[in-house]
């Protein structure tokens, strides 16, 4: 198959700090502050990170952006500074974050998720010297900000053949963390993957809550409450795409015994969740940590990244993960998704984004 091995070498790297970080558990404050003991002049200038709901810690899109920054902090010798979201927050309090970040001479500086795009439309014009990027957004578009957008319908069409191969009871549930245009891409994707094998499997589909900051995702308990009720309509696969929520779906299926399908992190390699492992069938990777780390790069560089960019199945920073052993067992599960894969490449499918 080969799925993860298509992944860059970036994408890797990154995945393999995701692990580090994870079990170390330092802030990147008190690593900050480490490099500041050690004399690094740059300490005081770096990467700027400011977390999307859910914070650091989430074992999916939030700890896939801190990998990247760690893997660019370490290789390029900057200093950094990673900012947690608060409960409830407003647009203002993002703005402040921001410009917080921008006082302090952080460059490039990254907001990690859409709901920034408000507080970058009126932080970044202010700061035209510096960089700033957004991710999962493509409305900013100001001359020195950085749009990275994901095809992650792509990755979740991939996750729905998979679910409809694994299936047993022709019943599968999708869990999105918040009703919003990027959430359901996931669902689209999805929804559109498992009838690409088989029209008659009936798909659950729930979203946690209509506002991020209402904890859809940020709340584990609000994923095993959805989790329940799929699994007790009958549904054997389950996808979360909802952040910190999600945990609380993996955890429902494992103690069921049925499969769930991971988010953005190869959810089945985060020590959190290892004692879940067994019923990761697998995850959908979004190469986010490559992308904080790419727009690194080219401030490095002094070739700052501006405008869209966008990240697909044919770029190698969409995919699926392999990594459970019993995923590389099902090969007729395997065959199918290999062919999906092959098809979105080759334009064969259109896969659709709501």
């Known amino acids: 198959m080969g799925h993860k091995s298509r992944f860059t070498r970036v994408a890797v790297g990154v995945a393999a700090l995701a692990l580090a970080a994870t079990a170390c558990g330092k802030t ?7 490099d500041a003991k050690k004399g690094d002049s740059s300490a005081s200038k770096g990467i700027g990170l400011a977390y999307d709901v859910g914070g650091r810690g989430d074992q999916s899109f ?22 947690e979201p608060q409960d409830g927050e407003s647009d203002a309090d993002k703005v402040a974050r921001l410009t917080q970040l921008a006082k302090s001479g952080y460059n490039p500086i990254v907001g990690v998720g859409f709901a920034y795009a408000p507080a970058l439309k009126e932080v970044a014009p202010k700061y035209p010297k510096l960089t700033f990027g957004i991710i999962d957004d493509d409305t900013v578009k100001g001359d020195n900000v950085a749009d990275l957008v994901f095809h992650e319908e792509q990755g ?6 998979a679910a409809a191969k694994a299936t047993k009871k022709k019943h599968v549930g999708f869990i999105g963390g918040v009703d919003v245009p990027l959430i359901h891409k996931f669902g689209a994707g999805f929804k559109a993957g498992v ?10 589909e729930q979203y946690l809550t209509e506002k991020a900051e209402d904890g859809g995702f940020s709340s584990p308990n609000l994923g095993k409450e959805a989790a329940k009720g799929q699994l007790d309509k009958g549904a054997d696969v389950l996808y979360a795409a909802a952040g910190l929520s999600g945990q609380g779906v993996i955890e429902e299926a494992a103690a069921a015994k049925k499969w769930a399908i991971g988010v953005d992190s190869d959810q089945y390699n985060q020590k959190p969740l290892a004692k879940y492992k067994e019923y990761i069938l697998t995850s959908v990777l979004k190469d986010v940590g490559g992308a904080v780390y790419d727009l690194t790069k080219s401030v490095v560089d002094g070739s700052p990244k501006t405008g869209e960019t966008r990240f697909d199945l044919a770029s190698g920073r969409v995919g699926l993960s392999e990594s459970n052993p019993a995923y590389g067992k099902m090969t007729d599960l395997t065959a199918a998704v290999e062919k999906a894969e092959a098809d979105i490449k080759a334009g064969k499918i259109d896969v659709p984004t709501s």
């Open 28 to 34: 990147s404050g008190e690593a900050e502050k480490d």
């Open 62 to 83: 939030n700890d896939a952006a801190y990998a990247g920054f760690e893997k660019a902090r370490k290789e390029f010798k900057l200093g950094g500074q990673a900012v």
């Open 156 to 161: 979740s069409y991939l996750a729905g053949v």
């Open 195 to 204: 009838a690409s094998v088989d029209p008659k499997i009936k798909v659950e």
